[in-house]
């Protein structure tokens, strides 16, 4: 017992020395990804949730991606099977370059995504099948004024919406 008690100490020790010659050095030993930390990196889409959220590999992990500055319909709501199909068809096997900003709870990261010079939040709401967020920038406003103008998909006459669900 005494052995366990010195070995927690002598850890403690050692984990508040090496923070004290990181920040003597002027290193950050905390984590790399820090949620007012905005970094860019590329990485391969391989799998999608949703019409707003993409799962992509990084060169050392699998991070949950949430399109920013749009909310896409959810499980159960109108349109959600197509603003799925439609960012599968986007992205998924596909290298893109992300933007991150903030984290939302634990796993899933607030990002700006882009393909070939395509924004996929910027082309989902063009194509109808997601909403701007409170965040969204006047250029997503302005695209989701124009699908709302060209009644294109959550846009379209519910009548529409149904025979083409149906």
């Known amino acids: ?9 002598l850890f403690a020790v050692c984990t508040l020395a090496a923070g004290a010659v990181a920040a003597h050095v002027g290193m950050d030993w905390r984590p790399q990804h820090r949620d007012d930390a905005l970094h860019n990196e590329l990485g391969m889409v391989v799998a ?7 799962q992509v590999e990084l060169k050392d992990r699998v991070v949950n991606v949430k399109l920013s500055g749009i909310a896409a319909p959810m499980q159960g709501q109108p349109l959600f099977a ?3 199909q439609s960012l599968y068809d986007l992205a998924v096997s596909r290298q893109v370059a ?6 939302v709870g634990h796993d ?3 990002a700006s995504v882009t393909l ?3 924004d ?3 082309e989902q709401v063009s194509r109808g099948l997601a909403r701007v967020a409170s965040d969204a920038n006047d250029n997503l406003r ?13 846009w379209a006459p519910p009548e529409s919406v149904s025979l083409a669900a149906g």
């Open 1 to 9: 017992m005494k052995s366990l008690k010195w070995s927690f100490v």
């Open 48 to 54: 999608v949730i949703d019409g707003g959220t993409l």
């Open 82 to 84: 197509e603003s799925t």
């Open 98 to 103: 992300l933007t991150f900003g903030r984290t």
């Open 108 to 110: 899933i990261w607030i």
């Open 116 to 118: 070939d010079g395509i």
């Open 120 to 122: 996929l939040s910027s």
């Open 142 to 154: 302005h695209l989701q004024a124009e699908a709302q103008k060209n009644d294109r998909g959550l």
